[in-house]
């Protein structure tokens, strides 16, 4: 029988605090800030991270972030974002900034604005005294770094679900990481969450898009091929890998 979309909701939900549980990424008490792009990946976890304290004897603070960097030329609906911030009864932030663009030639827009707004989004956590910052990368995003970092960096390397950052100051998690990107985006078509008023014109990631390509190819080899590629991840034999060398 096909699962009715309350049910398909319930579904990701319960994937989410399969993550939140397995990884021990929210505990009680914490003060967990969200990184609110306005895109499809941050409206998930938004909801589902604020959305399951209802259903839990767990206490935990959820506040939202959301970093304009006003001179890269994207456009999110603010709008739209305070509404449904209002909604699951979370506070946003909104913090202006711009990019120095003309500094540091060699290095592109895309790398200063993600610098950019990470520093903003470290600030806010260290200021707010937040122990947890939360990111909505996905299986897929965990699985294509993975592969780049094969390909191009010679490393065994991806997207942890937590990582402790400056030496235990807080720790930076994922709750999407069990999701595959066609789940996030069924999810948030069902809901009917807007697209972006104004895609960034720099956001090209040829790297990205090529590895994305070859997870399309490696189904066709094995169709459980990218939940056993993260499955591997935890699953490394050192004594069947050649040792470091010298």
Same mark, same amino acid.
């Given at each position: 029988m096909k699962e009715s979309t309350e049910q398909y909701f319930l579904r990701i939900e319960k994937t989410v605090g399969r993550a939140v549980n397995r990884y021990s990424l929210i505990e009680e008490n914490d003060r967990v800030a969200v990184a609110l792009s306005g895109g499809k990946d941050s409206l998930v976890m938004l909801e589902t991270v604020a959305g399951r304290r209802k259903r839990l004897p767990v206490t935990y603070e959820v506040m939202a972030v959301h970093v304009h960097v006003k001179n890269i030329g994207y456009e999110t609906d603010l709008e739209f974002i305070n509404r449904f911030c209002n909604g699951l009864d979370v506070r946003l932030h909104v913090i202006e900034t711009e990019a120095e663009l003309d500094k540091d030639k060699n290095k592109s827009v895309c790398f200063k604005c993600s610098w950019l707004r990470r520093k #903003?989004?470290? &600030?806010?956590?260290?200021?707010?005294?937040?122990? @947890?910052?939360?990111?909505?990368?996905?299986? &897929? &995003?965990?699985? $294509?770094?993975? =592969?780049?970092?094969?390909?191009?960096?010679? %490393?065994?390397? %991806?997207?942890?679900? %937590?990582?402790?950052?400056?030496?235990? $100051?807080? &720790? =930076?998690?994922?709750?999407?990481?069990?999701?595959? #990107?066609?789940?996030?985006? $069924?999810?948030?078509?069902l809901k009917g969450f807007p697209r +972006?008023?104004?895609?960034?014109?720099?956001?090209?990631?040829?790297?990205?898009? $090529?590895? @994305?390509?070859?997870?399309? +190819?490696?189904? @066709?080899? #094995?169709?459980?091929?990218?939940?056993?590629?993260? %499955?591997?991840?935890?699953?490394?034999?050192?004594?069947?890998?050649?040792?470091?060398?010298?």
């Open positions: #903003e989004l470290f &600030d806010f956590v260290r200021n707010r005294k937040c122990n @947890k910052l939360a990111f909505g990368h996905h299986m &897929d &995003d965990a699985i $294509e770094t993975l =592969l780049m970092n094969m390909i191009s960096n010679s %490393s065994i390397s %991806s997207m942890p679900p %937590s990582l402790s950052m400056f030496s235990g $100051e807080f &720790d =930076l998690i994922r709750p999407l990481i069990l999701l595959g #990107e066609n789940e996030i985006i $069924e999810y948030a078509a +972006q008023m104004k895609i960034c014109p720099h956001g090209n990631d040829t790297r990205r898009a $090529e590895a @994305k390509k070859l997870l399309v +190819q490696m189904e @066709k080899v #094995e169709r459980n091929a990218r939940r056993n590629i993260y %499955s591997a991840m935890s699953n490394i034999h050192c004594g069947y890998l050649p040792p470091p060398g010298k």
